[in-house]
């Protein structure tokens, strides 16, 4: 799985176990919702500010946004 959609998933999971909507994640990670959603569906490459604020948000590490992405072969 290519790495942005890996990174998606994880979000998407990770949200969704939290109990957060997009909106809600957005608010708190000071993101726009659209943003959010892009990302869940992979259309965008995260920044590594994009990447702590949502792991702040979410009260996780930011490997767990990382989790089962390994380097490009």
């Known amino acids: 799985m290519e790495a942005k959609h890996q990174f998606g998933a994880n979000l ?32 965008r490459d995260p920044r590594l500010q994009t990447i702590t604020r949502l792991a702040t948000a979410l009260g996780l590490p930011a490997g767990a946004l990382l989790e089962g992405i390994g380097a490009p072969s």
Do not use: V
């Not at 998407?12 to 994640?25: D, F």
């Open 12 to 43: 998407r999971g990770l949200r969704t176990a939290a109990g957060l909507s997009q909106q809600e994640l957005g608010d708190r990670a000071s993101l726009h919702m659209t943003e959010i959603s892009r990302l869940e569906r992979g259309m």
